[in-house]
């Protein structure tokens, strides 16, 4: 099975800087488009950034300019650098991607990660 493990979130102070990882595991041919959710207590689960394979970004507009999102294909990796966090930014992240199983079924079946808890304190 494949399986999609976050981490790097925790407590932090606002205005301070956090990076989260997601790892992609198990058998699996190839990952095409990756992104970063957020849901707070109470709230939708909101899409904060993509990142294709070959690399072409997108971010939501809230995170435009603070946050940055990566990959490492060596590693299966995708990471979120989040700059000048605030409160508004407290939630539960979480990973998703698009994975392609094998090379007789090329349609992409979607994973999500458990999910890392952000909590920005003032």
């Known amino acids: 099975q494949v399986q999609l493990v976050e981490s790097g979130g925790g407590l932090v102070q606002a205005g301070v800087s956090l990076t989260l990882s997601c790892a992609a595991s198990g058998s699996f041919l190839s990952i095409n488009d990756m992104a970063w959710y957020r849901q707070a207590p109470g709230k939708q689960r909101d899409l904060v950034a993509t990142i294709t394979s070959g690399g072409s970004t997108s971010y939501a507009d809230s995170v435009k300019g603070r946050f940055t999102i990566s990959r490492d294909n060596a590693k299966n990796t995708v990471y979120l650098q989040m700059n000048s966090l605030n409160a508004e930014d407290t939630a539960v992240y979480y990973c998703?991607?698009?994975?392609?199983?094998?090379?007789?079924?090329?349609?992409?079946?979607?994973?999500w990660g458990q999910g890392t808890q952000v909590t920005v304190s003032s």
């Open positions: 998703n991607a698009d994975i392609i199983i094998n090379k007789y079924f090329w349609n992409s079946r979607n994973f």
